[in-house]
């Protein structure tokens, strides 16, 4: 704070915007620059006051007759209590730090442990987070809808609702993928919601952008949760849809300025999708991905229906102490369903290497039934994906094109290569036209001819006329296929083919069908038995180790604690075992792997 008011001062700088992170909901930030003559383009001090503790936001909104979650509205002193008011609730509870927000401080209790473990879990993450470390209790709504309402209030008064976004596609009490507006609720709920929205930002005298987030059961009852007074991260789906720009209107309220509309000018336009592309690794438990981003290449923006909002660039590092979220990918459409397809294509042309990505998550749900038919709650990633996320859940509807794809780019490399000088006459190399494909364990054999601008690929009774100006070093595909515009990742790794297509990403061979034949003789290379070790699953900090040498453990009990990127990660036993040696201890920089534990 003391840095950001000094460099204000020294450059002349009239008023800082906070973005969506860090300070942007700190009171004393915003009251230290009002004090020392700079404007925070935000809400005044005392409503981020009012509504940056929740227990005190809910007192406020119960005042304002907006509709709240029947809990225990009161700091609570230990698990104990925690478990008895629990127990009064009804379970499940939801279990939230005062301070909280972006999914930390938050745990779900359907048990009398789970609530003991759960209040101890959300104070230790709220200290650390946010120097608070108060925790209080409400009702879990079953069959939940998270949905938001976006408020703008000038300093005259107006306050005005810009509809609403639907939020529920979340894991980890995290958002993952927002749109606006919701496929869930109607008209009259929209005008509800948007109304107490409206009073609940007057009350606290509120002026700049807000949301106000409310839980919505599967009845359509509703129920206010927090209000985030700041810019959200998924406001670009509000910009998409109504056409305002809020980061603008931020400022121009900020500067004294009367809201430029009504009410009843807000009027949808359209659909719009939110990804957030996070560095972490989708088939292994959205483990945190670090490192050195080798190639950053976003798909193109230049119809103003695809958006990137970013702060990242090509051979930047991402960091195990921020937050995972390194872009957002925004797709407008005039429908839900032309909002996905344009998605879709985005998320093709999205290149990303160097880290993981959830990127191939985003692919899998943009063709998900359940979210294409836009009934969905809360629990959609537990009960879409209850063992987790893996290639399996990856399914494309036509492997065959993606063996035709790299059957394309290794004739296209065997082309070239055949054009070297220098080779004797009479003996050049003769390219056939038989090829097998090797992907996932499987044979494709196929047949390539030459076509104008490309080649014809046959598999079965199957042809993929594939044209395309696509080079080598280039990581997008863009062509036709069989006349139909395609898009796709397709690069040359040695000897292997990788191509990405709809979230699925497969590795292959393509060789000769004689090479196929001689490769089945060679025997198999057996993988290593590292049953008897715990590897750390991710590059983090190892905050606690749980057991020492000699100890016996059972199934399920806690080994040790790694935080990577501000949040707190369990590993527990898979099954029942006798710990040998602590390999690593308490304050390391864990990398992939590492042997923490070894086991008898």
């Given at each position: 704070i003391d840095k950001i008011i000094a460099a204000c001062q020294q450059t002349g700088a009239e008023a800082v915007h906070p973005g969506y992170g860090f300070l942007s909901e700190n009171e004393e930030f915003s009251r230290r620059l009002e004090d020392a003559g700079i404007v925070f383009i935000g809400p005044k001090h005392y409503s981020v006051a009012a509504m940056g503790d929740k227990i005190a936001s809910k007192k406020l909104a119960m005042e304002a007759k907006v509709n709240t979650i029947p809990g225990y509205n009161a700091e609570i002193a230990d698990s104990a209590q925690a478990v008895e008011?629990?127990?009064?609730?009804g379970y499940p509870v939801m279990i939230k730090a005062s301070a909280g927000g972006g999914g930390k401080g938050l745990r779900v209790a359907f048990n009398d442990q789970e609530a003991a473990e759960g209040f101890d879990a959300c104070r230790n993450e709220a200290r650390n987070s946010f120097g608070d470390d108060r925790v209080f209790i409400e009702k879990f709504v079953e069959g939940p809808h998270h949905i938001e309402i976006q408020v703008i209030a000038d300093?005259?008064?107006n306050t005005v609702y810009l509809l609403e976004r639907e939020c529920s596609i979340q894991r980890r009490h995290q958002k993952v993928l927002e749109e606006a507006p919701s496929p869930f609720i109607n008209d009259q709920i929209r005008k509800a919601m948007g109304e107490q929205a409206v009073a609940l930002a007057k009350a606290v005298n509120y002026q700049s952008?807000?949301?106000v987030e409310f839980v919505v059961g599967s009845d359509k009852s509703f129920y206010f949760l927090e209000m985030n007074t700041r810019l959200q991260v998924e406001h670009p789906v509000t910009e998409m849809i109504t056409g305002v720009d809020l980061?603008?209107?931020?400022i121009r309220v900020a500067a004294g300025e009367k809201l430029p509309f009504t009410q009843d000018d807000i009027r949808p336009n359209g659909w719009a999708i939110e990804c957030r592309i996070n560095a972490e690794d989708p088939f292994r438990g959205f483990l945190p991905s670090v490192g050195r981003l080798v190639k950053y290449r976003p798909p193109a923006t230049a119809d103003g229906q695809i958006r990137v909002d970013t702060g990242v660039f090509e051979g930047g590092e991402i960091s195990m102490y921020y937050d995972s979220m390194i872009a957002k990918l925004i797709c407008h459409g005039a429908t839900r369903d032309q909002a996905i397809g344009r998605m879709r294509d985005a998320l093709n042309a999205f290149v990303i290497r160097?880290?993981?990505?959830?990127?191939?998550?985003?692919?899998?749900?943009?063709?998900n039934p359940r979210f294409l038919s836009g009934v969905f709650t809360t629990s959609f990633i537990a009960d879409e994906f209850p063992n987790g996320f893996d290639s399996s859940d990856v399914v494309h509807d036509d492997p065959g094109l993606l063996a035709a794809v790299a059957a394309f780019g290794r004739r296209r490399y065997i082309d070239r290569?055949?054009?070297?000088?220098?080779q004797v006459p009479g003996h050049q190399r003769r390219v056939g036209s038989e090829w097998v494909v090797q992907m996932e364990g499987k044979d494709y054999p196929v047949v390539v001819t030459p076509i104008s601008g490309g080649y014809s690929v046959t598999h079965g009774s199957d042809r993929y006329d594939l044209v395309s100006d696509w080079k080598f070093g280039e990581l997008v595909f863009h062509g036709t296929c069989n006349g139909v515009p395609l898009c796709l990742q397709l690069e040359r790794i040695g000897l292997l083919y990788r191509v990405v297509h709809f979230g699925k990403q497969v590795k292959v061979t393509v060789m000769t069908a004689n090479a196929a034949r001689m490769l089945a003789l060679m025997p198999k290379k057996v993988p290593p038995d590292l049953s008897k070790f715990l590897l750390s699953p991710m590059p983090g900090l190892l905050r606690e180790v749980s057991v020492e040498a000699g100890q016996a453990v059972a199934a399920g009990e806690k080994l040790a604690v790694i935080e990577a990127m501000k949040m707190e990660n369990v590993l527990k036993a898979e099954r029942d075992c006798k710990v040998k040696k602590v390999v690593a201890g308490p304050g390391e920089s864990l990398s992939v792997d590492q042997v923490i534990l070894e086991f008898e």
């Open positions: 008011i629990a127990r009064g609730i300093s005259f008064g952008a807000g949301t980061v603008e209107l931020m160097g880290i993981d990505s959830n990127i191939p998550f985003q692919a899998a749900l943009m063709q290569a055949v054009q070297i000088s220098g």
